[in-house]
T-cell receptor
Framework: KAGVTQTPRYLIKTRGQQVTLSCSPI?????VSWYQQTPGQGLQFLFE???????NKGNFPGRFSGRQFSNSRSEMNVSTLELGDSALYLC??????????????FGPGTRLTVL | GESVGLHLPTLSVQEGDNSIINCAYS??????FIWYKQESGKGPQFIID?????DKRQGQRVTVLLNKTVKHLSLQIAATQPGDSAVYFC????????????FGRGTQLTVWP
């Protein structure tokens, strides 16, 4: 079974631009979570989608948004990019729990550099 | 807020030795814990998980121990190999089932021959 895929793998943008990142979960997984990883802050939760609905959101400004499609693929968007948005953006998928927390499997990430 | 931390930021071991990576958490509501391994340039890779109704779980060469009394989690790697060199993260769910994990800062494990 193929793992979580993320595109693109690398992006270079300038301040003020916007960016869209894509994530395809493992086949059969319906929950997608997004995380930002930086050397200073570590791994921080952005948001989670299940059945096209955002169920949970981390403490990030409104410039960070996302959505999920009916095939469970997800995108996240960052508008008005700032230098501090430079990070590795990770997507993780899981079955989507009927009960309890289930295992999240991560993709390789998208490395975003803001100049 | 939730806090997941690691006792040691770096750990160096000799090939063949056993490794122990420790993690402390603060949210007593957490009922699911997971260890990930992250190699340079890659996303975190699932190693092993444990739920709060257990205090020990074993996998292939790895064992996770959970002590809920002192809110402590550890990962033991038996017969550590050079391929085990990576950053190891513990994570907890904070008691939530809504797809959010709280991560520790990570421990860099280096295995030398």
């Amino acid at each position: 079974k193929a793992g979580v895929t993320q595109t693109p793998r690398y992006l270079i943008k300038t301040r003020g631009q916007q960016v869209t990142l894509s994530c395809s979960p493992i086949s059969g997984h319906r929950s997608v979570s997004w995380y930002q990883q930086t050397p200073g802050q570590g791994l921080q939760f952005l948001f989670e989608y299940f059945s096209e609905t955002q169920r949970n959101k981390g403490n990030f400004p409104g410039r960070f948004s996302g959505r999920q499609f009916s095939n469970s693929r997800s995108e996240m968007n960052v508008s008005t990019l700032e230098l501090g948005d430079s990070a590795l953006y990770l997507c993780a998928s899981s079955l989507g729990p009927a009960e309890g927390t289930d295992t999240q499997y991560f993709g390789p990430g998208t490395r975003l550099t803001v100049l | 807020g939730e806090s997941v931390g690691l006792h040691l930021p770096t750990l160096s071991v000799q090939e063949g030795d056993n490794s122990i990576i420790n993690c402390a958490y603060s949210n007593s509501a957490s009922d699911y814990f997971i260890w990930y391994k992250q190699e340079s340039g890659k996303g975190p890779q699932f190693i092993i998980d444990i739920r709060s109704n257990m205090d020990k779980r074993q996998g292939q060469r790895v064992t996770v121990l959970l002590n809920k009394t002192v809110k402590h989690l550890s990962l033991q790697i038996a017969a550590t190999q050079p391929g085990d060199s990576a950053v190891y993260f513990c994570a907890e769910n904070g008691g939530s089932t809504l797809g959010r994990l709280y991560f520790g800062r990570g421990t860099q494990l280096t295995v030398w021959p």
